[in-house]
């Protein structure tokens, strides 16, 4: 079986980001629970807003349609920069404000549909009839042979929220990927940076105007040099 990627771009790869491979698979798998919850997310609204739209609106299960389809734009984006760049990184900011953005919003969208999840409003049949048919009104109002829907959007709304859980603590994950790359690349900055500024401390100076002010090295005069007479000599008796 022919390799996904040859030995010299694994070696390059590798070189560039030693974490190249857990940050591909996270990605990737971000992006599969992303494509999941948005199905299951829109679904849930749709099925709401036709059946209960003047009372609900859903926004709820409106909510986490935000980051979840900024997850699944960003992931596949990120992945594909990552094997095009080889796993030259860009600046570790973007990956840092994106995932960051991503797990903020995700947090208040699963806390409130799930406190919101029309799940809470399940309840068993509580009498019936002789004949067996459900009456549904009284304490029967909520169950399933009565309002059959909310069960069917209760149920959606369960597995988008595992989706989007399961999806927070990957991008979490993601976060603090990026978090270690973020300082990784300030501390490399700043050590590059290092010599410059130690020659302004000692010459109180730019290094440019340090070098443009720096006396130019003594080469022998023409004069000296046809005479024969050594660097040395000439330095003694000009």
């Not at 919850?37 to 859903?58: K, Q």
């Not at 302004?200 to 105007?209: K, S």
Request: one cysteine or more.
């Amino acid at each position: 079986m022919r390799p996904l990627f040859s030995p010299e771009t694994r070696r390059r790869l590798q070189e560039n980001d030693p974490k190249w491979q857990v940050k591909a698979i996270l990605q990737l798998v971000c992006t599969v629970l992303a494509f999941n919850a948005l199905i299951l997310f829109a679904d849930a609204t749709t099925i709401t807003n036709r059946y209960y739209v003047t009372a609900y609106h859903d926004w709820s299960d409106w909510m986490p349609l935000f980051p979840v389809l900024i997850s699944l734009i960003y992931n596949p984006v990120a992945f594909f920069l990552l094997l095009r760049r080889l796993g030259k990184p860009i600046h570790p900011g973007w990956h840092v404000g994106f995932h960051f953005l991503i797990w903020a919003l995700g947090i208040p969208s699963i806390v409130f549909s799930v406190g919101y999840g029309w799940f809470w409003w399940w309840q068993p049949v509580l009498y019936r009839y002789r004949n067996g048919r459900v009456p549904c009104r009284g304490f029967n109002f909520w169950s399933e042979p009565c309002q059959p829907a909310i069960y069917t959007i209760g149920r959606i709304e369960i597995a988008a929220n595992v989706f989007l859980g399961l999806l927070i603590i990957f991008e979490f994950a993601l976060f603090f990927l990026a978090c270690i790359a973020a300082r990784k690349h300030r501390l490399a900055v700043r050590q590059s940076r290092m010599p410059a500024r130690l020659s302004q401390l000692q010459y109180n100076r730019d290094p440019e105007a340090h070098a443009a002010q720096e006396p130019p090295a003594y080469t022998p005069s023409e004069e000296h040099a046809s005479s024969g007479t050594p660097a040395a000599a000439a330095v003694k008796y000009s």
